[in-house]
C-alpha cells in the first residue's frame, strides 16, 4: 500500500479511495450539466433542489446504516406516516412535545419488532417489512379512521423542525433555506461518526461484511441488527415530524414509495445492497442528486420525455450511478 | 480398536473426555476422547462427517455435549458459548468466517475488542494505536504487512489465515483451532502458513489443526487423532505411524 508522504497521495487516498468519490463526481457531472438549462442555477430552484431532498435524505440515513449491516426496511415509508401522524395530531389538541415524544418512540417501537421478526424468524427483512409496510399503515388506518390530518395553525415547533430560515432567505434574494436542512446534516455527521468511529459502528460492517466472521469475534449479530431498525425507525419517526412541520398535513398515504427513494439515495451514494460498505454522506449526496435531477428534468422540458415523467432519468443515473461506484470501489 | 498413547504427565490445556453428542436419534459423536497439549500442534483428522466440526462446535461451546467432560488447564469447564470459549482461550480461525474482506486488517483485528478512548458519554475509536498494535504485533510474530489500514480483501489467503493467527496469538489465545487452513493455498502459502503456525507452536499454544487430507497435516503435527462414523479411532504420536497408514485409517481401509 502507498503511504500518505506528499500532499498529493494524502489528498489522492482521502478523495479518490473514499466512498463518496464515485456519488460526488455523478452529483458534479449532474449539477453542472443542468447550469445550461435556463432557471436551474438560481437560488429559488436551487433552494427548491434541497428542501425536496431534505425529507428523502434523513430517510436514506437510517436506511443506508440498515442496508450496511445487510439489511432492508420496506416498512420505513409507513412508519414515517404513523411518525407524522402522532406528531400532528398531538400538536393539533395543544400537545406537541407529547406528539413529539411519542411521534419518536412508537416509530422507534416499530422498526425494533421488524428486526424481533426478522432475528426471529429468520425470513429475509426484504419480506418481512414488505409485511409490515402495509401492516403499519393499516394500523395508522386504524388509529387515524382514515382522516387527513390538516392545520392552518402555526407552532413555534414546526418552525423549530422544518421552518423558513427567513434570517438567511431575507439576504439572498429568492432563497428558500428550511430549518431541516441543519437537522439532516447534524444527524448525518453524527451518524457517520457512529458508524466509522466507534466500536458499534465497526460491528454493523461487520455484521454486514461477513456475519460469521462477527459472530465468531463474539459480535452480538441480532443485536446489532435489531438496534439498526430501531435507529432506522425513529428516523422514520423523525421524517414524519419534519414532514408535517413543512406542510401541515399528513395523510394515511403519506410517505408511501419514500422507502424506496431512500435505497435509491443509498445505492446511489455508494452503499452496497449486498452489505458490508456504504456510506451516509454518500446517501446524502445520492438523495440530492435524484431531488437535482427531478427538477433540471422539468425545467429542461425535453419533447420526448414530458416533464412528469423525470422518473425515466433518475431509474438510468440510479444505474450508472451504481456501476461507477463498482467500478471505482474495485479500483481502490 | 481405540488407542490412545498414554504416556504420564501430558500436559494438556484442554481435554475432552468422553464425548458423546446426539442429534435427536442420530448419534454424531460417541465416547470421543480429544484434547491438545502446550506447545503442540494436534492434528483432527476425519473425513467428510466423521465429527470433526461437531467436536469443534462442542469445544467453541456452539453445541453441548450429550454426555463427556470438558476439562480447561486441569479444571473441568462448561462452555456456553463461542464467547465463553474466547473468554478462556479457546480461538477458532475458520477460513471463510474469520475476516471481513470489506474492512480494514486492523479493524478485522480488533473486532469486537475495539480499542477506545472517552470522554465521558462520548467514545471513539483509537484508530492511530489499533494500526500500531496491529502492525507491531503481526510483525513480532514473522507476518509484514503493508498498512493496517489496507482492506483485507486485497490480502491473499494465506495472508488472510495469518493475520487471523497473528490475532488469536495476541489476544492471548492458549488454544488457536484452525480449520482446513491451508486446504486453498498455493504451495509458497501453506509454507508461510505452516511457519505461522509453528511459530505459534513455540510461543506455547496449543494448535488444533482439523483437515480430511493427512498430507496437510503430516509435517508440522506432534499427534494425531483420527476419528470416522463419531468414533474415536486413535490418538498417535508424532513417528509412531507413516502418512500411508494414517490414511488408511481415517478411510477406514486399515483398523487398528
Known sequence: MRDAHTWQEKLRRTFAYSSVAGPLLVLVVVFTLLCFVPKFFTLRSVTGIINAATLSGMLAIGVTMLMISGEFDLSVGSVMAVGGYLFGHFSMSGKPLLGLMLALLIPALLGAVNGLILVGTNIPSFIVTLGTKYLYRGLLWIISGGAMLQTVEKLGIYNVFNGRLDVINDLFKGANFRTSLFWLLGIGLI??????????????????????????????????????????????????????????????????????SAIAAAVVGGTLITGGYGNIFGALIGALTISTLRTGVVLMNIPFIPADNFEAVVGVTIILAVILNNWLRKRA | MNHI?????????????????????????????????????????????????????????????????????????????????????????????????????????????????????????????????????LHDIGIEIRSASERVGSLSGGERQSVAIGRGVYFGA?????????????????????????????????????????????????????????????????????????????TGDREY
Not at chain 1, 212 to 241: D, M, P
Request: proline content about 2%.
Open chain 1, 191 to 260: 451518524m457517520q461518526y457512529v458508524l466509522t468511529r466507534t466500536a458499534y459502528g465497526n460491528h454493523v460492517f461487520s455484521v454486514g461484511g461477513n456475519p460469521g466472521a462477527a459472530r465468531g469475534q463474539g459480535v452480538n449479530v441480532k443485536r446489532v441488527k435489531v438496534v439498526n431498525f430501531a435507529i432506522t425507525g425513529l428516523l422514520g419517526g423523525f421524517t414524519g415530524i419534519l414532514l408535517f412541520s413543512q406542510y401541515a398535513t399528513v395523510r394515511v398515504a403519506s410517505g408511501d414509495g419514500m422507502e424506496l
Open chain 2, 5 to 137: 498413547a498414554t504416556i504420564p504427565d501430558r500436559d494438556y490445556i484442554v481435554r475432552m473426555e468422553k464425548i458423546t453428542k446426539k442429534f435427536g436419534t442420530i448419534t454424531a459423536l460417541s465416547n470421543v476422547d480429544f484434547g491438545v497439549e502446550r506447545g503442540e500442534v494436534r492434528a483432527l483428522l476425519g473425513d467428510n462427517g466423521a465429527g470433526k466440526s461437531t467436536l469443534i462446535k462442542i469445544l467453541m461451546g456452539v453445541h453441548q455435549p450429550t454426555s463427556g467432560q470438558i476439562y480447561f488447564e486441569g479444571k473441568p469447564v462448561v462452555i456456553n458459548s463461542p464467547r465463553e470459549a474466547r473468554a478462556i482461550g479457546i480461538e477458532a480461525v475458520y477460513q471463510d468466517l474469520a475476516l471481513v474482506n470489506l474492512m480494514s486488517i486492523s479493524r478485522n483485528f480488533f473486532l469486537g475488542r475495539e480499542m477506545v478512548k472517552r470522554i465521558g458519554p462520548i467514545h471513539w475509536l483509537d484508530i492511530r494505536k489499533m494500526n500500531e498494535i496491529c502492525r507491531k504485533s
Open chain 2, 174 to 250: 492458549k488454544v488457536l483451532i484452525l480449520d482446513e487452513p491451508t486446504s486453498a493455498l498455493s504451495v509458497a502459502e501453506t509454507r508461510k502458513v505452516l511457519t505461522y503456525i509453528a511459530n505459534a507452536r513455540e510461543r506455547g499454544l496449543g494448535v488444533i489443526f482439523i483437515t480430511h487430507n493427512v498430507h496437510h497435516v503430516y509435517m508440522v503435527a506432534d499427534s494425531y487423532t483420527v476419528i470416522r462414523h463419531g468414533q474415536h479411532v486413535g490418538t498417535y504420536y508424532k513417528g509412531e505411524l507413516g502418512e500411508d497408514d494414517i490414511a488408511d485409517l481415517i
